[in-house]
């Protein structure tokens, strides 16, 4: 079945760093993959749709500055969290579906702890 | 945007059938139905979509009325394994594919 995959898994590090994760599909293309973000005990938030070869599409209240997605090849989406501060810390989780249809499920990658001191 | 509701909680015993219940009202044409299951600190997992009527898989099945404004997820047997958060989503009806994630049922399987 249809695998993503994310890395890392967690991340630990000091406020002012710029933290990459990385969301790859690993047996299919995926021209779009979707950024969400999960708070302790809250539901999952899109924070971005990442279109492979053209800008991405964020939702509102979600700061693309703050928040860089590359969709570089139809296997791979980054998210840069830049400048990260503590209220950054949270659980990101991306997914990907084979194609841009109804019919077709997305599958989630099992997250990236960010926690950010 | 499509909107879901579900209930936020339900109690279960081991070897029970759990049925939880989404309302779509605003459901469009071309949305599928959607179920997944999350455990802490872990992504979504995908259990079980349908468009219409029944359908099964081998770990649950997804009731569909004619007028597709609700559907059942069954969950056969649950163990405790299953104790976890279930979430109905439906397309957000312009056909980008975007999920837009409700507060999720909390499922509670007691031995």
């Known amino acids: 079945g249809a695998v993503v995959s994310q890395h890392p898994s967690r991340v630990i590090c000091k406020s002012g760093t710029s933290v990459k994760i990385e969301c790859r599909s690993l047996d299919f293309q995926a021209t779009t993959m979707f950024w969400y973000r999960q708070f302790p005990k809250q539901s999952l938030m899109l924070m971005a749709t990442?279109?492979?070869?053209?800008?991405?599409?964020?939702e509102q209240g979600v700061e693309k500055d703050k928040f860089l997605i590359n969709h570089a090849s139809l296997t791979l989406s980054t998210l840069t969290v830049t400048s990260a501060h503590p209220e950054d810390s949270s659980f990101y989780i991306c997914?990907?579906?084979?194609?841009?249809?109804?019919?077709?499920?997305?599958?989630f990658g099992d997250g990236t702890r960010l926690s950010i001191l | 945007l499509a909107k879901t509701t579900q209930p936020i909680s339900m109690d279960s015993y081991e070897g029970q059938e759990v049925n939880i219940t989404c309302s779509h009202n605003?459901?469009?044409?071309?949305?599928?139905i959607t179920w997944y299951q999350q455990f802490p600190s872990q992504g979504p997992r995908f259990i079980i979509q349908g468009y219409k009527t029944k359908v099964t898989n081998e770990v649950a099945s997804l009731f569909i009325p004619a007028d597709r404004k609700s559907s059942t997820l069954s969950l056969p047997r649950v163990s405790l394994s299953d104790t976890a958060v279930y979430y109905c989503l439906v397309g957000d009806g312009s056909n980008t594919g975007k999920l837009i994630f409700g507060q999720g049922t909390t499922l509670q399987v007691k031995p």
């Open positions: 990442s279109n492979e070869g053209s800008k991405a599409t964020y």
């Open positions: 605003n459901i469009a044409t071309n949305d599928y």
């Open positions: 997914s990907a579906s084979r194609q841009f249809q109804g019919d077709q499920p997305q599958h």
